[in-house]
């Protein structure tokens, strides 16, 4: 009998509600909640793809541990890790004080797990070393929000698209990185087409194509562009001086800040038009404005000032608290949120309290039952591995994070994890990197079998369901530390019974007493109402029957006089310029298909069609500057460190700017990927680290090995032990292509380049882990005066002959033509001539459909062009070949292919 439940999606803020569907304690299918107010049914790729991910081939079944740091890691007993874990911690907790461990959490975890934390941290043991990646990517929304309205809460409502005139989108590629926003965008669009767009993005983007107006500004410009367009504002009569005189602190010191900024000079400054930047703030002026922003704001050392200007625009035209208007911060991860609330960071404390106020520190020690919760700051993020590298934090427990791929300096970090005394990983997977430098790693349960609650982009906190059991020895993340807290209690003596819990909803129940009176006041919630009357917007009061949509509607807010704070920003550079030794800047940000360091993405073959491999996008004036060709191999490096990884032609980047996604690590590619070359420099106040822009320099490299290996595959285990052997190769891309089937889990595909051929047992290696050895099926072809090897694996599990692998050596020619013929399967008289001959290119006639743009439906680029050439339109493509018919992700790329080759438009 097929179950379902009702959860959210594991990936980015919008919160989206699922469905999943289960059988016999699997997960065999998901759809989007068509009752969910954050996506009404619809999914991404990603989320529409989630049940393809519930498989255990990946995951961590069992604790692991080693006592000494040479040893190999061993499966170990729950009591006997937790018992192991709880001496190591005492022991160093009294040799070397509280603030000798710390914790790094997720994002992803839920909001009960971050609140057991955050307590055990610093209720128990006495340290406030707790952050979480949500340093990464939202800390400076946070002190953005606090500076200028007082509360970390977004007034804001997915709603307010609907409504608003003027959407003004910043440092966000909205339809990459949120699609299902993306998606309602595009609704308000088609239902207003008045509603003016504007997208301010160094890169032309799917989102910038959409907009109305791009504002291209060169990277870091943010705040000269938000000072020149309040410089227009002031000029033109458009601001709301009632509102700001009633409701606002400080406008005056910065009207004279912004009389320097004119359009002129913000034009200089930031690479656009002048009578763009006018536009925009008449646009603006004119409201209601929402402005939605993400990363391009946040990762920045300047990410506070940024957050804090756009808001100033807002707070100058009176556009917040109304309908479709408001700064509206998009949230990066499921329930960065939810961690939040319960203060889960180095500097916050449960619902929304300050550590650095005594008062709030005295409420939590009191409502806690302890002595005190101590005074001195924890060390955010980067200051904690800096911490952990020179010693002073001594063991470090990581949850639900990938540090070791995330974090900005990635060999610092690597360089810390190696010092420390004692390093902790608890996760779902086995195959992160961080995991190799782990002494003890704790298997923990993931998407479908974890429940309690989030908090999505909009405040709304929806009860997450478990679908089925956790695997083998897998336990929930509170489980595990309100195991290891008991423990500790004990051993360091405490009188107290802090950790009782025996459910989630008795850890909710807790952390929902702690917001009473609060800004999040969510003491009129319960898990019960949740289930019967769905995700609610916080404050939700005692007494309330609904949540509350807006925020200060009231022109009230969290200040001391209830008055907003202007902010007084200055534009300011980014933390590494381009200079005549590394002329070029380096962007990144997310792929649509893929999600963080891949260890659930990365599983799905399909999720790899759109983007299939680790590029560096340039633009066609710098690839002609360097005699790069598309496709060529090149290293990108800076003072940190490099990368070896192919050039891609760009329309989408400005000459001198480069692109590469943020996703690939050691995983999918020889090198750590672009966090390795990111700065560790962060804001000041925020202590977010500058993960969009570094300067770099490009070489090409001539690499004149070739290899190129695809190979159907039933599980992971070949795809991991290929990885192992990535780094004998200048150059090597691994990742998988296809789609998996009830036969296979995809086609895997490796990609490598060498100065010259390696050594044949490494081949023979590959061969052997591949299965693709002599006394398999195979066609074979060996020309070694030449250096060239052809290898086709017929395959006939489903009673027919089926190419199953193909290994090309010295001549990699045929590869696009290859890869159709993998992924159809069909074995031909045509394949068995060319195998079997000294041709390197594919037989006449044949083509590449090119990369996958619908991957709903696996519709490909060139049978897409071939269409729009013959006269179709978006509406015909949809109609003709289903494209965008289903999760409408690949909406925005269809348009501009109907723009760019269709002869009517």
């Not at 195979?778 to 009673?799: E, F, H, M, P, T």
Request: proline fraction near 4%; aromatic fraction near 6%.
């Amino acid at each position: 009998m097929i179950k379902e439940t009702k959860s959210t999606c594991c990936y980015c803020g919008v919160g989206c509600g699922v469905i999943i569907s289960s059988q016999n304690d699997k997960i065999i299918d998901v759809k989007g909640d068509p009752n969910h107010p954050a996506n009404f049914g619809r999914l991404c790729t990603k989320g529409s793809t989630l049940h393809l991910t519930a498989k255990l081939d990946n995951r961590l079944l069992y604790p692991e541990m080693r006592l000494t740091r040479k040893a190999v890691r061993k499966r170990a007993s729950w009591d006997d890790t937790l018992d192991y874990l709880t001496e190591q911690f005492a022991q160093t907790i009294e040799k070397h004080g509280p603030d000798s461990v710390a914790f790094y959490i997720s994002g992803q975890l839920l909001t009960e797990d971050y609140y057991v934390i955050n307590k055990l941290a610093k209720g128990l043991i006495g340290t406030n070393n707790v952050d979480t990646n949500s340093r990464l990517c939202m800390s400076s929304a946070v002190t953005g929000y606090k500076a200028t309205l007082g509360s970390d809460a977004p007034p804001a409502c997915y709603e307010d698209i609907d409504h608003t005139e003027c959407l003004f989108i910043a440092g966000s590629n909205t339809a990459f990185a949120h699609p299902i926003i993306f998606r309602r965008i595009e609704d308000a669009k088609k239902n207003n087409p008045n509603l003016k767009i504007i997208v301010v993005d160094p890169r032309r983007t799917d989102t910038a194509q959409a907009a109305d107006l791009h504002l291209a500004i060169l990277p870091g410009t943010d705040v000269a562009l938000y000072n020149g367009m309040l410089h227009v504002l002031l000029w033109e009569g458009l601001l709301d001086m009632a509102y700001i005189q009633a409701h606002t602190n400080g406008f005056d010191v910065l009207k004279d800040t912004v009389r320097e900024y004119t359009p002129k000079m913000v034009a200089d400054i930031c690479g656009i038009k002048e009578a763009d930047i006018i536009a925009a703030a008449k646009w603006f002026g004119k409201g209601p404005s929402l402005s939605i922003y993400c990363m391009g704001l946040n990762q920045s050392i300047h990410g506070t000032e940024k957050n804090a200007a756009l808001i100033n625009l807002h707070l100058a035209t009176g556009q917040i608290g109304k309908l479709g208007a408001g700064p509206f911060s998009l949230t990066g991860q499921p329930n960065a949120m939810g961690g939040r609330e319960v203060g889960g960071m180095a500097n916050l404390l449960s619902a929304h309290r300050d550590l650095a106020n005594s008062e709030h520190r005295a409420e939590i020690a009191k409502f806690w039952g302890v002595e005190n919760v101590p005074a001195t700051p924890g060390k955010t993020a980067i200051e904690m591995f800096d911490a952990v590298k020179e010693g002073s934090i001594k063991a470090i427990w990581i949850a639900c994070t990938n540090p070791a791929h995330s974090m900005p300096d990635v060999n610092n970090v690597i360089t810390a994890l190696q010092n420390a005394e004692l390093v902790v990983v608890q996760d779902a997977y086995n195959n992160i990197d961080t995991n190799q430098y782990a002494d003890v790693l704790l298997p923990a349960s993931t998407w479908g079998e974890k429940e309690g609650s989030v908090t999505n982009t909009e405040r709304r906190i929806t009860r997450v369901n478990s679908a089925v059991p956790t695997p083998a020895e897998a336990r929930h993340d509170w489980a595990i530390m309100v195991g290891f807290a008991q423990r500790l209690e004990k051993r360091l003596a405490k009188n107290s019974n802090l950790f009782p819990y025996t459910t989630t909803e008795e850890i909710f129940n807790e952390h929902r007493e702690t917001t009473r009176g609060r800004d999040l006041d969510i003491t009129g919630l319960s898990y019960s109402l949740l289930n019967e009357q769905g995700p609610q917007q916080w404050p939700f009061k005692s007494g309330d029957t609904r949540g509350t949509a807006r925020l200060y509607t009231d022109g009230v807010f969290q200040k001391p006089d209830g008055k907003a704070q202007f902010i007084n920003t200055v534009y300011k550079g980014t933390a590494d310029k381009t200079d005549a030794r590394y002329p070029l800047h380096l962007l990144t940000g997310r792929l649509r298909d893929q999600w963080h360091g891949m260890s659930r993405t990365g599983t799905v073959a399909q999720l790899f069609n759109h983007s299939e491999e680790p590029v560096i996008q340039m633009s066609a004036d710098d690839m002609m500057r360097r005699s790069i060709k598309n496709g060529d191999i090149v290293k990108v490096s800076n003072k940190r460190g490099s990368l070896v990884l192919a050039a891609q032609l760009s329309d989408e980047v400005q000459a001198s700017q480069t692109f590469i996604a943020m996703h690939w690590g050691s995983q999918f590619m020889h090198g750590l990927g672009v966090n390795a070359l990111m700065p560790p420099t962060f804001d000041k106040t925020s202590k977010q680290p500058e993960l969009k822009h570094t300067a770099i320099k490009i070489e090409k490299l001539e690499l004149p090995w070739r290899m190129t290996v695809m190979r159907t595959i039933q599980n992971l285990d070949m795809l991991e032990k290929v990885r192992g052997l990535l780094v004998n190769f200048d150059y090597a891309t691994c990742g998988l292509f296809g789609r998996q089937n009830e036969h296979h889990a995809g086609m895997l595909i490796l990609r490598a380049a060498h100065t010259d051929a390696p050594d044949n047992a490494l081949i023979a290696q590959i061969d052997q882990i591949l299965t693709m050895t002599d006394d398999m099926p195979l066609l074979n072809y060996q020309d070694a005066k030449r250096g060239i090897s052809k290898r086709i694996l017929v395959s006939s599990v489903s009673g027919k002959p089926e190419v199953a692998g193909v290994r090309l050596v010295g001549e990699t020619l045929a590869t696009d033509w290859l890869k159709e013929v993998m992924a159809s399967g069909e074995f031909t008289a045509e394949l068995r001539r060319w195998a079997l001959a000294p041709l390197s290119t594919p037989p006449a006639g044949q083509r590449s459909r090119g990369k996958i743009i619908c991957n709903c439906l696996d519709v490909a680029e060139n049978d897409i062009i071939e269409t729009i050439q013959l006269g179709a339109d978006l509406i015909t493509l949809q109609s003709k070949l289903k494209c965008g018919t289903e999760c409408g992700s690949c909406v925005p790329e269809l348009k501009r292919l109907v723009t760019l080759h269709n002869k009517h438009t």
